[in-house]
């Protein structure tokens, strides 16, 4: 299980052992063991990934591209990538008063959950996302 990270920004260092111990927990936990691509960028290009690849044209905390269904077995694959803006957490974190590299959490588990088939377009579905993205911050001691 290969968890790659690209970051892409200079705003806010990354925690990059962090990073990859909440993902690594979300993978085994979901029992997809699967290899991961953690990108970080500025609000403008997640606009511009935005725009280009879902037809909206506004800035997102994080996107999921999935390369491959987790449901399906296989001994090696790559099951997306999730792309995190930085500048978005670091304007959230400062809102909400926490610090930066948890917002960052956050937005990367997020997407990993995304990933990993949970959604969060109703509110039932949102309830169960939430609660997955609680858990997986306290496991990884960012709460």
């Keep these: 299980m290969t968890i790659g990270i690209v970051n892409r920004q200079r705003l806010a260092p990354l925690d990059r052992r962090a990073l ?23 609000n403008a290009e997640i606009r511009a990934l935005n725009a280009r690849y879902l037809g909206h044209g506004h800035v997102t905390d994080v996107l999921a591209f999935p390369l491959c269904d987790p449901s399906q077995p296989a001994a090696v ?18 809102r909400r008063r926490i610090p930066v590299a948890r917002e960052i959490a956050l937005y990367t588990a997020h997407g990993v959950l995304h990933l990993l088939g949970y959604d969060d377009h109703d509110p039932a579905d949102r309830r169960r996302m939430r609660r997955a993205e609680r858990q997986a911050l306290a496991a990884a001691g960012l709460l």
Excluded: F, M, T
């Design 77 to 94: 694959r790559l099951l997306g990538e999730v792309i995190v803006s930085v500048e978005k957490a670091i304007a959230e974190a400062a």
């Design 20 to 42: 990859r111990a909440l993902c690594r927990r979300l993978l085994i936990e979901h029992e997809v063991p699967a290899d991961l691509s953690l990108c970080y960028v500025d």
